[in-house]
Each structure stands twice: as C-alpha cells, then as structure tokens.
C-alpha cells in the first residue's frame, strides 16, 4: 500500500491548487492527485476509483464527513430553492444525493399539479448511475412513482455534453467537478445547456482559512481517510485519490474567477464549516 504522511501531502500540494497543466514531451499533462499523469490517462483512472467505489460510496461518505455531508447537500439544495417548472440537470449526480433531495424539496412546495419539473441526472459512470437507480426506486422516486416530475438517468461526460443548447434552467455539480480533467469545458459546457436566467451550482471541497484548522484538517484527511476506505471498503488508493485530489482544487476565489470566465454573471460562494466546502452559484444572463 502506497500512503504519504500529512506534511508530504502539505508539501506536495504547494503551488498545485491552481491545477496548471503543464507539456511533457507532445502530450499535455494534468494531476491526479499528487501525481501527474497524461491527459489521456485521467479520466480512465477517476473512472477506475468511482468504479471501486461505488458500492460503499453512501457508507463511506457518512463514515468520512462523520455524516455533515447529508447537512451540506440539504443546505446546497435549499440554496437552489427548487420550483415546480424547473429543469434541473444533476451532472456528475452519482448515486443520486442531490436529485432525492431536489425532489423531496419540490415534493414539499404547494400546488405540485402547477408545472410539470424534470431532472436529468448524468454521470460518467454506469456503476454510480446503477446504483443511485436502485436507490431511486426503493426510495419511491421514479418517473412513475411521481406525481407530476420526470427523472431521467443518462451516462455522460460533464466535458461534452449530448444535450441541446438551453435545454435546462438549472445546473448542480456537487463533489464531481474537481474529477475533471478539464474544468473550463466543464464550464463552458453547464454554460451552454442552460437557458438564459438558469442557474449554475457547484458544490465542493474547498480550502480552510484558517491555517491551524487546515492542519488538523490535513491530519485527519491524510491519516484518518485512507485507512478508513481500506478497513471499510479495502479501497486504500482510490481514497488517497479522493483526499489528494481536494487539496489539488482551486481555492474560492480564483474558481470564482473561472466561473465568470465561462461567462456566468452574479458570481458568488458561501463557505461552509469553515471552508471545508463551499457552494458556488453564477447566473447566464
Ligand atoms: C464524489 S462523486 C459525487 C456524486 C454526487 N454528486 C454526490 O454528491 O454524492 C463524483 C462523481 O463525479 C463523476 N465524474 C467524474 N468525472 C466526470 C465527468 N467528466 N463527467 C461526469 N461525471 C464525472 C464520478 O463518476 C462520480 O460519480
């Protein structure tokens, strides 16, 4: 098992936040995690870790964030406010954590006969798709256990989307974009399918301000994770990826500053627990 100590792991993420790519040899490279590998290489091994872990992915994540994860995505799906009428694109939706909450939170608005709703959720993984389906139908939250809302499940990449140009009103990312190769088509692309007045929301690991609580942080991230996805899921590597691959992430302000360079407007974010994650919104005008 291959494991770095909390100070490699700080030392090794200096200067790397911004995720700069840089040219080795004729082939571009990027980061996974700590190291770098060819552009080409990534998506096949976030594809690998999201495909080991997709079945303890709901476990692990309670185990974790110590069960805070649920208090974040409730507040992320409060802060989008869902309507009867919208059109939600759930991308890199995974098992499905924000789309039942979408629902449940719609479900609770009155007059749910006013304007059919729809969310597409899309993943570039199968095996998450499949796994938040089921979820979906113990749940009671299938197109035909609905009253007037549509659900849709489609494998996807975040980076070239198959979907027309203004097809949805709201777009939410949580936990999926810092697993992209490139962020700006990522952009670019939520750009696209959103309808003028639509609404893109990230939720994401971010950067603590305070340097002392980033270091207990660091130490727990470090010490306490990977040890915890083998014991839990005997997945070591694919949760060293995952810690690795949050300090690797741009901080709050200059992520915001790739959110209008897509061409989003009223760009803002709100931290929560200290900057441990935080939520990203932007409007297409
Ligand atoms: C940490 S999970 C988040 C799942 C869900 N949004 C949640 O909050 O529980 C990250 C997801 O991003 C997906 N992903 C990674 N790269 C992607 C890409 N290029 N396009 C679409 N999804 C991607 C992975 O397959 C994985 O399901």
């Known amino acids: 098992v291959h494991t770095r100590t909390a100070s ?6 200096k200067g790397m936040a911004s995720g700069a790519e840089s040219i080795s040899g004729k082939e571009k490279t990027t980061h996974f995690g700590f190291q770098t590998v060819r552009e080409s290489e990534k998506e096949q091994k976030v594809h690998e870790v999201f495909e080991q872990v997709a079945n303890s992915y709901d476990v692990m994540n309670d185990a974790m964030s110590l069960g805070i994860h649920r208090v974040w995505k409730d507040v992320f799906v409060e802060r989008l406010g869902p309507t009867h009428g919208m059109r939600l694109l759930d991308m890199a939706g995974g098992t499905g954590d924000i789309t039942f909450r979408y629902l449940r939170y719609l479900n ?3 007059n749910p006969q ?3 709703s729809h969310v597409t959720v899309s993943d570039i993984n199968q095996h998450m798709l499949n796994v938040g389906e089921e979820r979906a139908k113990r749940l009671g939250l299938t197109t035909d256990q609905l009253s007037n809302c549509t659900v849709a499940w489609q494998c ?3 980076e070239k989307l198959p979907f027309p140009d203004a097809s949805f009103t709201a777009y939410t990312i949580a936990f999926g974009i810092r697993n992209c190769t490139h962020v700006d088509k990522v952009l670019s692309e939520a750009y696209r399918v959103l309808q003028p007045g639509g609404r893109f929301m990230c939720l994401e690991f971010s950067h603590l301000t305070n340097e002392t609580m980033q270091w ?3 130490q727990y991230s470090f010490q306490v994770i990977p040890p915890m996805g083998q014991l839990l899921a005997g ?4 949760y060293q990826y995952l810690v690795e691959s949050i300090r690797r992430f741009p901080k709050q302000e200059q992520f915001k500053q790739m959110i209008e360079q897509a ?3 009223q760009v803002s974010y709100e931290n929560l627990t200290f900057g441990v994650v935080s939520i990203h919104s932007g409007f297409k005008l």
Do not use: I, T
């Open 235 to 238: 997945q070591w590597q694919a």
């Open 114 to 116: 006013q304007r059919p």
């Open 216 to 218: 207990l942080y660091d």
């Open 8 to 13: 490699q792991s700080a030392q090794n993420s």
């Open 156 to 158: 996807a990449d975040a």
């Open 263 to 265: 061409g989003f407007d």
């Open 108 to 110: 609770n608005q009155p």
